[in-house]
């Protein structure tokens, strides 16, 4: 099966609510990008975390990543409405260029 | 300025055609990448070239064949289209880093994407 998978699928909240999402691979990785997809749009990078790193903070955004379980988080806080897109995680594998994709999550805030 | 761009953003065609697809980007990477998007929104890579030198080639069909001209564009050319290759295509293009044998992935950045619709 694929590197990436994302929990949930899916996700519904009220604005000003927090979103967690996760992500789970399963081999060696430099390191774990998240990225965000609105509907009909390309993807925009939002974060990068290194795989000797264990938090990163951006703005409304924290993720965070356990090399040991092999899983990362990223937790939007205060949710708004323009936060609604897909989200997904990637993993770049040790060595390569190549990136692997997780199913992403779907997160609707609503107003 | 936008930074990666595709063409044509929407295709139509039939079954059987021949179709191009174009990216370029103008932010002085190094590297390129084609992704395809599918009607579940699994993202799943295609190709990736660095340098113009092909080095992902994720066993894609070789209807499928991707031309560099120089760093800055990278092309795909779909033979004999079928129905199963309905989907979105998008480019990206991150830096280089890393030394001879070891890359280390970067932040990439898509362009906007292609729907390709084959009838």
């Known amino acids: 099966s694929q590197q990436g998978e994302e929990d949930p699928q899916a996700l519904s909240i009220q604005e000003g609510e927090n979103a967690t999402m996760n992500c789970s691979y399963k081999?060696?990785?430099?390191?774990l990008q998240w990225y965000r997809q609105n509907s009909g749009r390309g993807l925009v990078h939002l974060i990068l975390i290194r795989s000797n790193e264990r938090e990163k903070h951006s703005g409304r955004l924290r993720v965070t990543l356990d090399t040991s379980k092999k899983s990362s988080s990223l937790l939007i806080t205060a949710s708004r409405a323009a936060d609604t897109a897909s989200y997904f995680c990637a993993t770049a594998l040790s060595g390569t260029y190549k990136y692997i994709f997780g199913t992403g999550t779907r997160l609707k805030v609503l107003a | 300025d936008t930074a990666v761009s595709q063409t044509p953003k929407y295709l139509v065609t039939q079954m059987g055609n021949d179709k191009s697809i174009k990216c370029e980007q103008n932010l002085g990477h190094d590297t390129m990448y084609w992704y395809k998007q599918d009607s579940k929104k699994f993202l799943k890579i295609m190709f990736s070239?660095?340098?113009?030198?092909?080095?992902i080639n994720e066993t894609v069909p070789n209807r499928f064949s991707p031309k560099s001209p120089d760093k800055a564009h990278l092309n795909l050319h779909i033979n004999s289209l079928e129905l199963g290759d309905s989907a979105v295509y998008f480019c990206?293009?991150?830096?280089?880093?890393?030394?001879?044998?070891?890359?280390?992935?970067?932040?990439?950045?898509f362009g906007p994407g292609t729907r390709l619709t084959v009838l």
């Open positions: 081999t060696s990785i430099n390191n």
């Open positions: 070239y660095n340098n113009k030198e092909l080095i």
């Open positions: 990206a293009s991150s830096r280089f880093t890393g030394t001879s044998g070891r890359a280390l992935g970067n932040e990439q950045f």
